[in-house]
């Protein structure tokens, strides 16, 4: 019989995290500080970090051990399966073998958890009280709701106004572990006041949450703040996945030519990616490695390789990206978690350098990807994840024109659950594609000098 499902046991979590900044040819820029322009400095990340997260930022050990307290409780899902997509693959008429690492299993659902846990962790070990988040489409606030829960915290969310009113049951999940949650723009904060006196009908941004997150949290010192993707230390977080893939790729008896994740800040795509990419500068390796993006917020494939800031505030530090400009508000797609101006400076770096690629896909072929997907797997694929889905049935596509008997991975970052309203809107023959058009996206990055 052909393996559906490679499992690892238990004990075969990961012991470390692997750190890229260790290898990456070209080491990171450092970030910025907002008030003075120069390099920011370990007190004033310290304003909302703990500690052991700056030290993390910044590290370059290669390997960072995992407390084994965070091990337990990546226990409750993790190791997370990955299947070969033996449906998919006949349903496409590919020679090429595809296979999937499902971060689905989570309790809440995503990726997100791998971070959400030693985030908590550490602000729990430095006797802080309180987190403040963002949240786009909701699953990061889902994901630090848990974790805070986990190690008996309080949480508070500002979620994007927009996901507020269309998601009430994400909003419900984060109030079942116990989060606060407020509809940003709030009136809670000066940054959100500052925007509902401009526009009181704002829908809202990721930029302007994160905004009144950082700002709740450098004005109580018992609070800190906790961002779910584009830092270092996420992606440090998230490498769980590519360390478990590559041994579960091992099993399976293919090395990847190719792997593919999602990407809206790119921490997802950093923890499948990473390992897999330390193999490439290391060992030579030939794989290519895909980041999938909405073409409606195309920061990778369109954006600029520069200084920027992660909010609309302008709270938060520069730091060297990929960026749409930290005021681009980009079209209200269904893929809410994509939905991000910037992405990570350690995918930034490695794309300017060319270790790594970048592709945009439009809404309604990534949701035509996801039903091809769910009628043959069976499992209901975040619109956020589907994204690597349509990048992958295009690599199987060509294969077949080719004759090439590759080797396909892809991250599936999250169930989609929550998302049926997105997929009544597909079905109903209602989507509509939300490409940028080229006068708005030069507007944006005129602004990025
Ligand atoms: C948040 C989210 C993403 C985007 O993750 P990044 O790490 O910011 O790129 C992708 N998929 C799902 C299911 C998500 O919840």
């Given at each position: 019989?052909?393996?559906?499902?490679?499992?690892?046991?238990?004990?075969?979590?990961?012991?470390?995290?692997?750190?890229?900044?260790?290898?990456?040819?070209?080491?990171?820029?450092?970030?910025?500080?907002?008030?003075?322009?120069?390099?920011?400095?370990?007190?004033?990340?310290?304003?909302?970090?703990?500690?052991?997260?700056?030290?993390?930022?910044?590290?370059?050990?290669?390997?960072?051990?995992?407390?084994?307290?965070?091990?337990?409780?990546?226990?409750?899902?993790?190791?997370?399966?990955?299947?070969?997509a033996?449906?998919l693959e006949?349903?496409l008429d590919t020679p090429a073998r595809i296979?999937?690492?499902?971060?689905?299993?989570?309790?809440?659902?995503?990726?997100?958890?791998?971070?959400?846990?030693?985030?908590?962790?550490?602000?729990?070990?430095?006797?802080?009280?309180?987190?403040?988040?963002?949240?786009?489409?909701?699953?990061?606030?889902?994901?630090?709701?848990?974790?805070?829960?986990?190690?008996?915290?309080?949480?508070?969310?500002?979620?994007?106004?927009?996901?507020?009113?269309?998601?009430?049951?994400?909003?419900?999940?984060?109030?079942?572990?116990?989060?606060?949650?407020?509809?940003?723009?709030?009136?809670?904060?000066?940054?959100?006041?500052?925007?509902?006196?401009?526009?009181?009908?704002?829908?809202?941004?990721?930029?302007?949450?994160?905004?009144?997150?950082?700002?709740?949290?450098?004005?109580?010192?018992?609070?800190?703040?906790?961002?779910?993707?584009?830092?270092?230390?996420?992606?440090?977080?998230?490498?769980?996945?590519?360390?478990?893939?590559?041994?579960?790729?091992?099993?399976?008896?293919?090395?990847?030519?190719v792997?593919?994740?999602?990407?809206?800040?790119?921490?997802?795509?950093?923890?499948?990616?990473?390992?897999?990419?330390?193999?490439?500068?290391?060992?030579?390796?030939?794989?290519?490695?895909?980041?999938?993006?909405?073409?409606?917020?195309?920061?990778?494939?369109?954006?600029?390789?520069?200084?920027?800031?992660?909010?609309?505030?302008?709270?938060?530090?520069?730091?060297?990206?990929?960026?749409?400009?930290?005021?681009?508000?980009?079209?209200?797609?269904?893929?809410?978690?994509?939905?991000?101006?910037?992405?990570?400076?350690?995918?930034?770096?490695?794309?300017?350098?060319?270790?790594?690629?970048?592709?945009?896909?439009?809404?309604?072929?990534?949701?035509?990807?996801?039903?091809?997907?769910?009628?043959?797997?069976?499992?209901?694929?975040?619109?956020?994840?589907?994204?690597?889905?349509?990048?992958a049935v295009d690599e199987a596509i060509n294969a077949k024109?080719?004759?090439?008997?590759k080797?396909i991975?892809?991250?599936?970052?999250?169930?989609?659950?929550?998302?049926?309203?997105?997929?009544?809107?597909?079905?109903?023959?209602?989507?509509?594609?939300?490409?940028?058009?080229?006068?708005?996206?030069?507007?944006?990055?005129?602004?990025?000098?």
């Open positions: 019989m052909k393996e559906t499902k490679i499992l690892l046991t238990e004990r075969e979590i990961p012991t470390h995290w692997y750190n890229i900044q260790a290898d990456i040819p070209n080491p990171l820029k450092p970030p910025l500080s907002p008030a003075t322009g120069k390099p920011a400095t370990p007190d004033e990340l310290g304003a909302i970090f703990p500690e052991e997260i700056i030290k993390q930022e910044t590290g370059t050990q290669r390997f960072v051990e995992i407390p084994e307290e965070v091990r337990r409780l990546y226990g409750l899902w993790r190791p997370s399966p990955v299947y070969r033996h449906r006949k349903a296979y999937f690492k499902y971060e689905g299993t989570s309790p809440a659902g995503s990726h997100k958890l791998n971070t959400a846990i030693p985030q908590a962790y550490y602000n729990k070990q430095q006797g802080i009280k309180r987190l403040a988040t963002e949240t786009g489409a909701g699953q990061w606030g889902t994901a630090l709701s848990m974790a805070c829960k986990f190690f008996d915290m309080e949480c508070t969310v500002y979620m994007v106004k927009i996901s507020y009113n269309q998601k009430p049951y994400r909003r419900s999940m984060m109030q079942l572990f116990g989060a606060e949650v407020f509809a940003s723009p709030s009136d809670k904060t000066d940054a959100g006041r500052a925007v509902l006196e401009k526009d009181p009908e704002s829908n809202g941004s990721l930029g302007i949450a994160i905004s009144e997150a950082v700002e709740d949290a450098v004005k109580n010192s018992d609070t800190n703040y906790a961002l779910g993707s584009v830092l270092n230390h996420v992606v440090l977080h998230q490498t769980v996945i590519g360390l478990e893939a590559k041994k579960q790729m091992e099993k399976a008896g293919y090395y990847p030519d792997v593919i994740a999602c990407s809206g800040g790119g921490s997802n795509f950093g923890g499948i990616a990473m390992p897999f990419v330390q193999d490439k500068i290391k060992e030579g390796k030939k794989t290519r490695i895909v980041a999938a993006e909405p073409a409606a917020c195309p920061s990778l494939t369109k954006g600029k390789f520069t200084y920027d800031y992660g909010d609309v505030a302008h709270l938060t530090p520069m730091m060297m990206m990929y960026t749409l400009g930290s005021d681009f508000m980009p079209p209200g797609i269904h893929a809410g978690g994509l939905r991000y101006h910037g992405s990570s400076p350690i995918q930034s770096q490695l794309l300017h350098d060319g270790i790594i690629e970048a592709a945009a896909f439009e809404q309604q072929d990534i949701f035509e990807a996801a039903v091809l997907f769910a009628q043959s797997e069976g499992i209901v694929p975040a619109p956020e994840s589907s994204h690597a889905i349509k990048a024109e080719s004759g090439e008997k080797t991975l892809f991250g599936l970052s999250g169930h989609g659950y929550f998302d049926m309203a997105a997929y009544d809107n597909y079905l109903s023959g209602q989507m509509q594609n939300s490409s940028l058009p080229e006068d708005v996206l030069d507007k944006a990055l005129e602004k990025l000098s």
